[in-house]
């Protein structure tokens, strides 16, 4: 059974910082991880999928790596801003199955 | 639709009573998903739909819980004998396909339902 642990549990930093929020999952056998963001009360939008080929993906100043034989991803951002302040959560999809398995998530605050 | 829409934003219910919670996916998706999220959690994997039938319904937690799609687009939560603990946010996403390593089957979801059954 596939396990999603994210660390840290909370992160909380000054404007303009980079930061890195940390995926680990148990089993390595995923056709694809998706990171999400997800704001209080809303639902969760999609930020990168990471094809289980691909090591790196990235948008804007997102960054997202997967060494999948390690069973970790990370989510890179870059010169933090206030309006990035949200939940982050990983998602990898197994191999068998259509189903994302997600982490508790990162509550990430940006202070201005 | 732009994106994925799910009805009643906000439910409240009495535990013992039957709900049904709508979700609309974006136009032309394949594949629909049911996810259920508590306070503080990620969410959990309910079913799957491809197309009409129910390809994996392995998260449904017990035979109170059913969801159809019965025209391959538009899709119906339905939990009878509400209870307390079902009180969560219930998510549903779609993707373009389903299956396979390739491109197509990154997830959008939609606003979600909040359920609170008294």
């Known amino acids: 059974k596939q396990e999603v642990t994210q660390i840290p549990a909370a992160l909380s930093v000054p404007e303009g910082e980079n930061l890195v929020l940390n995926c680990s999952f148990t089993d390595s056998a995923i056709y694809n991880l998706q990171w999400f963001r997800q704001d209080p009360g809303k639902g969760l939008t999609s930020l990168l999928l990471i094809q289980s080929s691909q090591r790196e993906q990235t948008s804007g100043r997102l960054n997202a790596s997967l060494d999948k034989s390690s069973g970790r991803s990370t989510l890179y951002i870059a010169a933090s801003q206030p309006g990035d302040s949200a939940t982050y959560l990983c998602a990898p999809r197994g191999e068998y199955g259509n189903k994302l398995v997600f982490g508790a998530g990162t509550i990430l605050r940006v202070k201005s | 639709g732009a994106g994925v829409s799910q009805t009643p934003s906000n439910k409240v219910t009495e535990k013992g009573k039957y709900v049904e919670l709508r979700c609309d996916p974006i136009s032309g998706h394949t594949a629909l998903y049911w996810y259920r999220q508590s306070l503080g959690q990620g969410p959990e994997f309910l079913i799957y739909?491809?197309?009409?039938?129910?390809?994996?319904d392995s998260g449904l937690p017990n035979d109170r819980f059913f969801a159809v799609r019965p025209e391959g687009s538009v899709s119906t939560l339905k939990i009878q004998r509400t209870e307390r603990g079902d009180s969560a946010v219930y998510l549903c996403?779609?993707?373009?396909?389903?299956?396979?390593?390739?491109?197509?089957?990154?997830?959008?979801f939609g606003p979600g339902t909040r359920l609170t059954v008294l």
């Open positions: 739909f491809q197309g009409t039938g129910a390809a994996d």
């Open positions: 996403a779609s993707s373009l396909l389903a299956g396979g390593p390739r491109g197509g089957n990154e997830q959008f």
